[in-house]
C-alpha cells in the first residue's frame, strides 16, 4: 500500500490525515513513541512515521506506521 493508497482508504471511510482536538492526545503520543522505538518488518529499518487519522463525526481515532525507508504501512 502506499501513502496515496492509504490516504484514499481512509477519505473513504469518513477519515481525514491528522490529530484530533478532542481528548486523543494521549494516544498520540503512544503512537508516535511506538513508532520511533519501533522496526519495519519488511526491511528492518529503525524509527518509523506516524500517519494518524481521525473520523470527526464519529469521532474516531485510527494511526499507522509508516517505514521512511521502504514504504510499508501498518495500523498500529
Known amino acids: 500500500m502506499t501513502d496515496f493508497d492509504l490516504d484514499n482508504i ?3 471511510e ?3 490525515p491528522g ?3 478532542w481528548g486523543v492526545t494521549g494516544d498520540y ?3 508516535a513513541e511506538l513508532c520511533t522505538n519501533s522496526t519495519c518488518q519488511m526491511c528492518g529499518h529503525k524509527g518509523l512515521d506516524i500517519r ?3 473520523d ?3 469521532q474516531n481515532y485510527k494511526a499507522f506506521a509508516e517505514c521512511p525507508q521502504c514504504g510499508s504501512i ?3
Request: glycine share 10%; proline share 10%.
Open 10 to 12: 481512509m477519505a473513504q
Open 14 to 16: 469518513g477519515y481525514i
Open 74 to 76: 501498518k495500523e498500529i
Open 19 to 21: 490529530v484530533p482536538a
Open 56 to 58: 470527526w463525526s464519529a
Open 29 to 31: 503520543d503512544g503512537d
Open 52 to 54: 494518524p487519522f481521525f
